[in-house]
């Protein structure tokens, strides 16, 4: 298993995480670990292509690049982390403790940013 | 800008529209609504305004076609997009009118689903009711599309205008963000990008993101709804973009995006707070 898969895997058993995986900015997957009713593929697709909105959105702000972007929605949330040259794509459940999810997002897209040499 | 340049991309066309709507043109916006859905013949943006646009058409000459037209337009939308607020909530008091009170009851449903609360939705919610409890035994017959036929023309004015008593209510709930700390600029866009109100703190002056910011606002809203719709996650509701120069919260809020610009250091547990009861007090 790789490293990032490991790291993933791990990450995954957080209360209400229900998968993750890392991509490049394009949308080409580098790592899943994720339930088999999703397809990583679109995932990666569709987040690469809020990801180019989003960056146009911070250059016409004049705010630079992002760091993280959160969406919360009616069946669940999505989080997009900004690794450098990859993204960490979080999938969870409506957590009431974001937060503490935030957190563990935070220190598991360290882990994979010293792994992968993402940044 | 009614220059012969055809507009490249939705907004463009919705900016066009806009403009033509604002003049009070509205056969003229149609027509052009409908060169624009030639082109873009699922952009959700214009399968809204051409409904919208067919609803001002009808309050000003009484033609029930028009009515079919908005309907025929909703549907198209709400095939893509279920949870489209206004789509259903127009649709709603369209086939109210129509005494199609069966339909009436999905979109109310449809509604209900997502903001359980939602006075409007409500609203219709109990008259349909009512309605059926009287007419149980005739309304099977009665709930074809051509029943719009029958619609008295007086019963829909009003309609349109009840957006922007809407709008009004987005405005005034405003005021409890006053006091919250970290805020630069409160900003209301409706669903097709336009700037319904902008509110910057002291001091601060929006320069050249004011006029650039209610378009990047639709851009992500349309993008992230999009992307949750696509992978099961249902209808957006809230975003948060982070950035080392600040935060950019986004929030549906049934018929229109609010976004709030924070400082880099604001509070953002504080803003939720207020942003839910923002949503609570409009629900409410």
Known sequence: MSPI??????????????????????????????????????????????????????????????????????????????????????????????????????????????????? | MMADKIPDSPSDWVLRLRELKENKDYNMALEECRKGLSLFSSSSDLLFMYGELSISCFNREKKTGHLKTALTSFEKLLKTNPDHYMANLLSAQIYYKARAYVRAGKKVAAILKNSPKDAKALKIGRAIKKQLKEETAQVAGRLDLSDTEKIEAEQLEGLQEGMSEEYNKLIERLSCFYKTGGIRLIHLID????????????????????????????????????????????????????TPSGTIVLVNVFYAILLLLLEPDADLNAVNDRIDRYVEELAG
């Open chain 2, 191 to 242: 669903a097709t990008g336009v700037t319904i109100k902008t509110i910057a703190k002291k001091g601060y002056v929006p320069g050249k993101m004011g006029e650039t910011i209610a378009s990047v606002a639709s851009d992500i809203f349309r993008g992230s709804g999009g992307c949750t719709r696509a992978l099961g996650l249902g209808n957006f509701q809230r975003g948060k973009l982070l």
């Open chain 1, 5 to 119: 898969k490991t790291v993933l895997g791990k990450f995954n058993k957080k209360a209400g995480v229900t998968g993750s995986l890392v991509c490049s900015r394009e949308g080409m997957l580098v790592d899943v670990e994720i339930s088999e009713r999703f397809d990583p593929e679109a995932i990666s697709a569709y987040v690469s292509s809020v990801v180019l909105i989003l960056s146009h959105a911070c250059k016409a702000v004049e705010f630079g690049g992002f760091s993280r972007y959160g969406i919360t929605a009616t069946k669940g949330e999505l989080v997009i982390t900004d690794l450098g040259n990859a993204l960490f794509v979080v999938l969870a459940e409506r957590v009431p403790d974001a937060g503490a999810l935030n957190v563990e997002i935070f220190q598991a897209a360290n882990e994979i940013k010293k792994i992968g040499q993402f940044g």
